[in-house]
Nanobody, 115 residues
Framework: QVQLVESGGGLVQPGGSLRLSCVVSVIILSIRAMGWYRQAPGNQRELVAIITRGGSTNYTDSVKGRFTISRDNAKNTVYLQMNSLKPEDTAVYYC?????????WGQGTLVTVSS
């Protein structure tokens, strides 16, 4: 079973930055697309950033220009650089496949944006 381990979350003030990491227990080089998702309290999980096998990226409108997704295939790791954070970015962040059937979800990493 594939394991996903997210890390890097924490408490940050509005306008601050965080870098999230997701280590995947399988080789991600052949995975068509990986994504970062988030789930805020009372909300459904949403996909916020995608990176394809070829390195193309796409973002939900609310994070465009502030978040950057990247991948290190040698380390089987996906990153999410988050800048200019806003209180509405507060959520638990998860990574998973962005195409096809999702793997079992990891525990996620909590990001709290508050002054």
């Amino acid at each position: 079973q594939v394991q996903l381990v997210e890390s890097g979350g924490g408490l940050v003030q509005p306008g601050g930055s965080l870098r999230l990491s997701c280590v995947v227990s399988v080789i991600i080089l052949s995975i068509r697309a990986m994504g970062w998702y988030r789930q805020a309290p009372g909300n459904q999980r949403e996909l916020v950033a995608i990176i394809t096998r070829g390195g193309s990226t796409n973002y939900t409108d609310s994070v465009k220009g502030r978040f950057t997704i990247s991948r290190d295939n040698a380390k089987n790791t996906v990153y999410l650089q988050m800048n200019s954070l806003k209180p509405e970015d507060t959520a638990v962040y998860y990574c998973n496949r962005a195409r096809g059937t999702s793997w079992a979800w990891g525990q996620g990493t909590l990001v709290t944006v508050s002054s």
